[in-house]
């Protein structure tokens, strides 16, 4: 029986798309109806990803899932869907009854547990990050332990919107190339002196090259009991219904209480993304570029 361990893939799917309009991770963006998710589903299997883990909202179709299912099991790839239930996490005696959607990314990868005994790699369903990305997280997951992550980290100019402020977490990293914070804000946009955003009732200015957070993470399976850690404390102090346990708030205290370290490794592909309604042509069109210049077959699946 073989004990290779799988190289394992963890899709975050469950966001609701507020500001999209939509399911984003299921939209179409090829005349044959391919979304996002699927081509990042492309990239990790040429990449030799062979376990693939997606959480998932309830709006999620059925057709989607199981097609998608076809095509990984065709491809001899292992499959999980699962469900992010905002109760996942939930100690016993604490009721957030009026809650009507999951707690955040924090608590998505937290889902996961079940059925990840492996490093996996994280990413967002909703993010195109470009072929040349997957190799080094599948590089990356023989590099990680209890105490040590990666992060795979953009420009920050490389990942605005045209159409409004994006939620991105400020990576500041030292010489050689360790995380020393991470810092999750709200309201970077592009303006005519740079990439700003406001925090504590003032307006910031970061270097276009400034590496922020896509959650493109590598863990080992230790960030579970972080995050079950993490996550009752969050609940403890009695959030707002509204409140989203942030991945990158989680590895930021964890780096605070220097329980793990986390080195930075900015991708060299290009980064695309649907935040608003609006981000769809551009990148429709750039994907269309791609398979023009065959770096992508259409239909995606043949």
Request: charged content about 20%; proline content about 7%.
């Amino acid at each position: 029986m073989s004990t290779t361990k799988p190289r394992t893939l963890l899709v975050l799917a469950g966001g609701l798309g507020s500001r999209y309009g939509s399911l984003k991770q299921i939209d179409g963006i090829t005349p044959h109806g391919e979304s996002i998710l699927e081509f990042s589903v492309f990239d990790a299997l040429a990449a030799g990803f062979t376990k693939f883990v997606f959480i998932i909202n309830r709006q999620i179709p059925a057709a989607f899932t199981e097609r998608l299912t076809v095509v990984l099991t065709q491809r001899q790839a292992e499959v999980h869907w699962v469900v992010q239930d905002p109760a996942v996490g939930v100690l016993p005696g604490l009721s957030y009854s009026e809650r009507t959607k999951p707690w955040g990314t924090g608590q998505a990868v937290l889902c996961a547990q079940p059925v990840i005994a492996e490093p996996f790699t994280v990413l967002n369903a909703d993010d195109f990050y470009g072929r040349e990305l997957y190799p080094l997280a599948s590089q990356a997951l023989g590099e990680v332990d209890a105490a040590t992550y990666q992060l795979l980290a953009f420009p920050v100019a490389a990942t605005l919107s045209e159409q409004g402020v994006v939620s991105r977490g400020i990576c500041q990293v030292d010489g050689q190339g360790w995380l020393q914070s991470i810092d999750e804000q709200h309201s970077l946009r592009r303006e005519a002196d740079g990439v700003v955003y406001e925090k504590d009732g003032q307006q910031l200015t970061l270097p276009p090259d400034q590496p922020v957070s896509m959650n493109c993470w590598v863990f080992d399976p230790s960030i579970f009991e972080h995050l079950g850690s993490l996550f009752a404390q969050f609940l403890g102090a009695a959030p707002a219904p509204t409140s989203e346990f942030y991945l990158p708030v989680a590895v930021q205290t964890l780096l605070a209480e220097d329980l793990i370290r986390v080195r930075v490794r900015l991708s060299p592909s290009r980064w695309m993304g649907v935040t608003y309604a609006g981000d769809k042509e551009q990148l429709v069109e750039f994907v269309q570029q791609e398979i023009a210049q065959h770096r992508y077959p259409a239909p995606l699946w043949t």
